[in-house]
């Protein structure tokens, strides 16, 4: 085997490579092509829900529009403003009080703050791992110093 790796290639086996390396060049691109088009599929069903969203929720507020003068007809009609994303409504669920919670709800979320300008507190499971963190570097620092001096 390591004599194989220290000889050249023939001619052969370098055409051989390069043919490889142009097949792999040419999958590779038609897997990035076939995923742009997969993603601007998703993008423009995305953008159609949107627009279907945005007259929908236009139609809904404006019952019936007023008929426009003939003049307002010749002018050019200035393009619509796309939007970014339709606004998504969140949901209206109260959230649980902590008698309700299980016990890893508990562990993971903080109180919420009794005042206005009061900050809320650590989660516990937070409080934990950085309890857990602090002692593994004292382990640590503690095994460097004597494994230096010699003692361990």
Do not use: C, H, W
């Amino acid at each position: 085997m390591a004599e194989l790796e220290s000889q050249p290639l023939s001619d052969e086996e370098r055409a051989e490579l390069e043919e490889l390396r142009a097949e792999k060049a040419r999958r590779e691109a038609r897997e990035e092509a076939r995923r742009e088009r997969e993603e601007l599929a998703a993008l423009r069903a995305e953008r159609a829900k949107a627009e279907e969203a945005a007259t929908n929720a236009a139609s809904a507020s404006a019952p019936a529009p007023a008929p426009k003068p003939v003049a307002a007809k010749l002018a050019p009609a200035a393009p619509k403003p796309q939007p970014k994303k339709a606004a998504r409504p969140k949901s209206a669920e109260p959230k649980p009080s902590r008698d309700e919670m299980t016990f890893a709800q508990r562990m993971v979320t903080s109180k919420e703050p009794s005042g206005e300008n009061e900050i809320p507190g650590m989660a516990p499971a937070q409080k934990i791992i950085i309890v857990l963190a602090l002692i593994a570097f004292v382990i640590f620092m503690g095994y460097t110093i004597l494994t230096s001096m010699g003692l361990l």
